[in-house]
């Protein structure tokens, strides 16, 4: 079994040598510009990859080998106001790195929001991310490694959005900022069971950062900016909903849903040009004691460390990692999920162009086996 999955790792680490190799590109977004106060943006962003997991294929014993098309994605924006933007997101999933294919070919909404700049605060309105942790507000491109963290389990419409409206504000460039919106929450699209929500309360969602260092401005947030900011960031978020969680409509089954974390990030350029980046957060989510099949009541936390080491080999730089997770789950007691990964990070053009290779071991509650997945991931972005 370990022959197997060396053989393949070896494979996948001499493709990425070849990559190494090659010589340098840029990535670049396309913007038209109107007048002196319109314009109109397009983007595009695409993840796939390559993981073998030991164990994994249909007879229990044997390595699987899944190649994932995760999600390909199209982003535009058009300022149609000099105090006013428009942006529409859209995203197409395909099969992921487990094998789990996306039985639903069709393109989906990721974003559709209006942006108001009135008396210096920011209003938004339509569907986006609720103000939320870090790990979310990244979104998969931002992130310090490639999947997104097991330990983030706040409930969602689709992947961390909600419909709704929030309003913002920040100091001094972003020194410190906060937010806070209204927003659908649970409704029958969003909840397995009966909807406990029958009097259509609000989800409440707030975030306030301070970042004693740089400045971090602007609503979406990074988990790395490779030496080109000092950041030591501290945020709290904190989310209600009233009768939010449970199966049914009566008292016994529905409960109020309370959610909050702290992250951390702290990055710091070095004398020798290499950059070392620590990031953390603890989750903690309350279904009031109610069964939930979308809500998960306990705790969670992440750790994650990197090195982006100072000189370039080929294309980029090489940053390695590691990063820990676990979830306790309050609703049983089968031990929770763990999730330990190492890896590195191959940076050609920060977030917009990176290579991934990792190796992790999950466990998912008491008795389970420990899984040990490697993994490839192709991120590019224009």
């Known amino acids: 079994m370990f022959l197997r999955i060396k053989k393949n790792f070896y494979g996948a680490s001499a493709l990425l040598i070849i990559i190494l190799g090659l010589p340098t590109f840029a990535v670049a977004g396309a913007k038209i510009k109107i007048d002196d106060t319109r314009w109109f943006s397009v983007g595009l962003g695409l993840q796939s990859s390559i993981a073998v997991t030991e164990d994994g294929a249909d007879d229990g014993t044997s390595s699987a080998t899944n190649f994932g098309f995760d999600f390909i994605r199209l982003y535009t924006a058009a300022k149609v106001h000099k105090n006013i933007t428009l942006e529409f997101n ?33 209003f938004w309105t339509g569907r986006f991310l609720p103000p939320s942790d870090r790990s979310n507000l990244d979104g998969p491109y931002f ?23 929030t309003i913002m504000k920040e100091y001094n460039g972003g020194q410190f900022k906060w937010s806070y919106g209204l927003f659908e929450g649970r409704t029958v699209s969003t909840n397995a069971d009966t909807n406990p929500d029958q009097e259509d309360n609000f989800l409440h969602a707030a975030r306030a950062t301070i970042n004693f260092w740089d400045p ?28 939010g969680a449970g199966t049914g409509t009566t008292d016994s089954l529905r409960g109020d849903f309370n959610a909050w974390n702290i992250d951390f990030l702290m990055e710091k350029k070095i004398q020798n040009g290499a950059v070392v980046n620590l990031e953390g957060a603890f989750y903690n989510y309350d279904s009031d004691d109610k069964a939930d099949t979308t809500i998960t009541q306990g705790q969670s936390y992440l750790l994650l460390g990197s090195y982006l080491m100072p000189n370039s080999i080929g294309w980029g730089k090489l940053q390695p990692y590691v990063r820990q997770q676990h979830f306790v789950r309050e609703t049983n007691s089968d031990g929770g999920r763990w999730r330990t990964e190492g890896g590195v990070n191959y940076i050609i053009d920060g977030h917009n162009a990176k290579i991934n290779a990792t190796y992790y071991v999950d466990k998912n509650g008491t008795g389970a086996n420990e899984l040990g997945t490697f993994l490839m991931g192709f991120q590019f972005q224009l």
């Open 90 to 122: 859209t995203e197409h999933q395909g099969s992921n790195s487990s094998g789990s294919l996306n039985t639903d070919q069709s393109i989906r909404v990721l974003d559709a929001v209006a942006k108001f700049s009135v008396a210096g605060f920011d």
């Open 216 to 243: 971090e401005p602007g609503y979406y947030t990074t988990s790395s900016y490779y030496g080109a900011k000092d950041v030591l960031a501290l945020a709290f978020v904190y989310q209600y909903e009233e009768d």
């Open 143 to 165: 992130l310090n490694a490639y999947q997104f963290p097991i330990a983030q389990a706040y409930p969602a419409l689709h992947n961390g959005r909600d419909n709704g409206v």
